[in-house]
């Protein structure tokens, strides 16, 4: 599986950006599917994930995100998206999109991984 992210950009706190990871293979639909984060001198960290759409597509939000950020995928286009509202400036970061086992939080479960696209929130 290949991921490509796209959608990042620089927006100012309280905005809205839609982050897209388009995925090549057959598989796709087997795949939990991830999004992570990581700032400048942090480390990465899980920012959502959703289980396979035949079982209901469980979700799995990082605290600090629920209720802001919403994640769901498209298996027809082979896609997942990260709508991510009310942006603040500590969500600022490259974001990774994964796929992986299903809507695990720890970045060990996910087999494949996509280039960062950079968000940028400022205050």
């Known amino acids: 599986v290949q991921l490509q992210a796209s959608g990042g950009g620089l927006v100012q706190a309280g905005d809205s950006l839609r982050l897209s990871c388009a995925a090549s293979?057959?598989?796709?639909?087997?795949?939990?599917m991830g999004w992570f984060r990581q700032a400048p001198g942090k480390e990465r960290e899980f920012v959502a994930a959703i289980g396979w759409s035949w079982s209901g597509g469980v979700t799995n939000y990082l605290d600090s995100v629920k209720g802001r950020f919403t994640i769901s995928r498209d298996d027809a286009k082979n896609t997942v998206y990260l709508q991510m509202n009310s942006l603040k400036p500590e969500d600022t970061g490259f974001y990774y999109c994964a796929a992986g086992r299903g809507a695990y939080a720890t970045s060990d479960e996910y087999d494949y991984w996509g280039q960062g696209t950079l968000v940028t929130v400022s205050s």
């Open positions: 293979g057959r598989t796709y639909s087997t795949y939990g």
